[in-house]
């Protein structure tokens, strides 16, 4: 019993005494020579969207939960091997303990648990799994290819062009969109833009391999499926340029399969969409 | 006689070392342009957006797309990056791979040279003259695959290819990244540059048939006869429907 106390105390000891370095704010990171926006450190990214202070709120209560019940277990599990170390003249018994407080215990972290899923998680899920109107939203599809992002908007007609890999061309036409149509105004980048405070809805799909859309800043993360689309929501609130990062392991440059979301008022949205939107620039040999 | 002998051995010794065949004098050459009929403007390059990877194109250099590459200023307008080549009627003679390095080259996050050709067995080295991440992916048909990654700039990578090929090369992290590379059993071939003009030079007499390849255009052949000292001029024209 002395061992787990002591242990415990010593563990406390070293959290109090390593909170202040673990606090601390670390440079910012840049990617392929862009400065990404905000201070990040041990802790959590920045926090650019709406939802995302519920997702941390709930990360915080369950690593709080999971902090008790390993320490409280550590501390039994200590008890418990010295309290029933093998003696002279003992013998282990097999019968169920039959302690009330052990009933408690586990009734408490099932209750604890229940709390944790109706309160803080349903109601977050429920949110994220409830899109807004596509007609009042932006509306991005986003596709992912070993190893890059390609982001597909639908241009002024707010109409996405049909897409058919007969058309796809990997230097100016990367997901296929048949110009012909409604495709005519689309506009592809390798950048991701969106308006800072509106709802923007990004469908998800894969052209090879399974990847996963990863935005931290945004505490987004969805599963990009080759042959499925899947709807993704946010809002952004803070501007700024960030990363997206495929978050699921897709072969041996996974680790370079990077793009940058750049979050911006409205005007300078719709500045950039127009410049992306207007014909490729006849090429010129220097 | 030791004159003449000492002569001899020169010349064997002077055409081993720089790779020409003992029959040099006793060959031909073929030449020609591939020309472009129809509307150039239809095959107009665009500038290729960049924007995955901001180190691609940090030094203000913009890169465009190479599908087409058309000489508009020659008259006729001429092709560039056609893979003209010998198809037909070398029978069985065999040739040696020069040893000198052919180097495929990734500046400016796009390929050079855009359309590479080799022999079998020829040295060939894989550089990375970028400050940025490559992954170069040779798609072969016959050879073996490579795929290699190469993050620092600088970085080399010697590999071989011992079979008669022509294959697409990508670049795994920048999706425009493109080339083609052609490996031969024999050396004569030519890729078009600025003027679209092709010349394969030392052809052995003989009827041959002489095809030029585009990675848009599809084939052409031509048939060809070739006398001893003699050149033969011949154009190919590609007239996209």
């Known amino acids: 019993m002395k061992f787990a106390a002591v242990a415990t105390v010593v563990l406390a000891g070293w959290c109090v005494w390593a909170s202040p370095a673990l606090g601390q704010q670390a ?56 309290r029933f170390r093998r003696r002279p003249g003992h013998q282990a018994g097999y ?46 599809r986003v596709v992912a290819e070993q190893f890059a992002w390609n982001f597909h908007y639908p241009g002024k007609d707010g109409k996405f062009g049909k897409t058919d890999p007969k058309h796809i061309d990997t230097a100016i036409n990367a997901v296929g969109v048949d110009r012909s149509g409604e495709g005519k105004d689309d506009v592809i980048s390798g950048e991701l833009h969106v308006p800072v405070g509106e709802a923007v809805i990004c469908q998800i799909s894969s052209k090879d391999v399974i990847h996963s859309f990863g935005v931290p800043v945004l505490r987004v993360k969805q599963d990009a499926m080759p042959g499925m689309r899947i709807p993704v929501w946010f809002k952004a609130v803070k501007t700024g340029t960030y990363e997206v990062a495929c978050a699921q392991l897709c072969g041996n440059n996974h680790y370079k399969m990077k793009a940058l979301i750049v979050i911006e008022p409205r005007d300078q949205y719709d500045a950039w969409l127009e410049k992306k939107g207007a014909p490729p620039k006849e090429f010129e040999e220097e | 006689m030791n004159r003449f002998v ?19 004098q006793d060959t031909g050459v073929i030449k020609g342009k591939i020309v472009f009929k129809g509307d150039p403007a239809a095959y107009s390059r665009v500038e290729i957006d960049t924007s995955k990877d901001p180190n691609c194109g940090k030094d203000g250099k913009k890169i465009g797309t190479e599908n087409v590459v058309l000489n508009k200023k020659t008259t006729p307008v001429t092709v560039r990056n056609v ?16 040893t000198d ?86 050396p004569f071939f030519f890729v078009t540059k600025e003027e679209g003009t092709f010349e394969l030079k030392n052809v052995p007499p003989g009827k041959y048939k002489v095809e030029a390849w585009h990675e848009t255009f599809g084939t052409l052949s031509m048939d060809v006869e070739v006398a001893t000292g003699a050149t033969v001029e011949k154009d190919l024209t590609f007239e996209p429907k």
């Open chain 2, 6 to 24: 000492a002569k001899v051995l020169f010349t064997v010794g002077a055409c081993l070392a720089s790779g020409a065949p003992l029959w040099a």
């Open chain 1, 95 to 140: 019968d169920m303990i039959k302690a009330k407080p052990s009933k408690y215990a586990e009734l408490g972290v099932a209750v604890f648990e229940g709390v944790l899923l109706i309160s803080f998680s349903m109601p977050a899920w429920t949110k994220a799994k409830s899109p807004p109107d596509p007609a009042t939203a932006v509306n991005i």
């Open chain 2, 101 to 186: 390095k052919v180097v495929l080259d990734q500046k400016g996050c796009h390929y050079e040279p855009h359309v590479l050709a080799l022999m079998e067995g020829q040295p060939l080295t894989i550089r990375n003259s970028d400050d940025t991440n490559h992954n170069i992916h040779f798609l072969p048909k016959v050879n073996e695959e490579v795929n290699v990654t190469q993050p620092q700039k600088g970085m080399e990578k010697d590999v071989k290819l011992v079979k008669e090929d022509v294959f697409k090369v990508k670049c795994d992290v920048h999706p425009w990244m493109g080339c083609h590379i052609a490996v031969f059993t024999h």
């Open chain 1, 27 to 82: 440079d910012a990171p840049s990617t392929v020579g862009v400065t990404i926006t905000g201070d990040y450190g041990y802790g959590f990214p920045p926090d650019a969207s709406e939802h995302g202070h519920e997702m941390d709120r709930l990360i915080v209560i369950v690593h709080w939960f999971m902090g008790v019940l390993f320490v409280g277990w550590g501390v039994f599990f200590a008890y418990c091997l010295v």
């Open chain 2, 83 to 98: 893979l003209v080549s010998i198809k037909e009627g070398l029978g069985d003679r065999k040739y040696t791979a020069p």
